[in-house]
């Protein structure tokens, strides 16, 4: 499972997600994640879809359940999520979410936070809240210390951004996790976004 996990792109992880929601072809997943403009997360195009669909099903994260057709289109292979599908997501949340160094894969672990526990989502955003006030403070001693060397301030715009940026999340952090320790904050929807998409399929077939 570890060597499964380590593999795991952010893509991987977001076909996996989609699979959680209930079976679909290769061509459903890119319509859905298209919609719900999950192309703002990860690259989303036919050919990558279907190379990580590929790499996932030899790793054993999802399985075929069928082929169909629809009219004179090509003949489609639907996949499942597999247990171990479903655990290596998790694990990988577990491991990006409180990451600082990889932003990517830190935007889809929280895109997919709330398949954990509420309380364990909490820790982790705390222990990546800690990391983070930790960097801002090396980097804002960092620059203290050019400005008194006298490096000029021209050299010093890229820091003064990356600063700006950390202190923009430190506060969306702060203003969040309260947000998600109240009980009345919905934690885990009684029902998966893709439904009605699934559910239209469904009665299309019919």
Known sequence: MT???ARLTPLGVAV??????????????????HLRRDDRLVTITNGTVYHTVARLERAGLIAEVGVDREGNRPERTTYTQTDAGAAAVVEWVRRELPRVDRPAEFRVALAEVHGLDRDEAIELLRTRRAALAAAFESLEDGRR???????PEQYLIEIDRELALFGAELAWMDSILPRIADPDFA???PATPSEPYLAQRKAARQ
């Open 3 to 5: 060597d499964a996990v």
């Open 16 to 33: 996996l997600a989609l699979l959680s929601e209930g079976d679909m072809h290769p061509y459903e997943m890119i319509r859905l994640m």
């Open 145 to 151: 210390h050019a400005r008194e060397k006298g490096v």
């Open 187 to 189: 934690w885990g929807p």
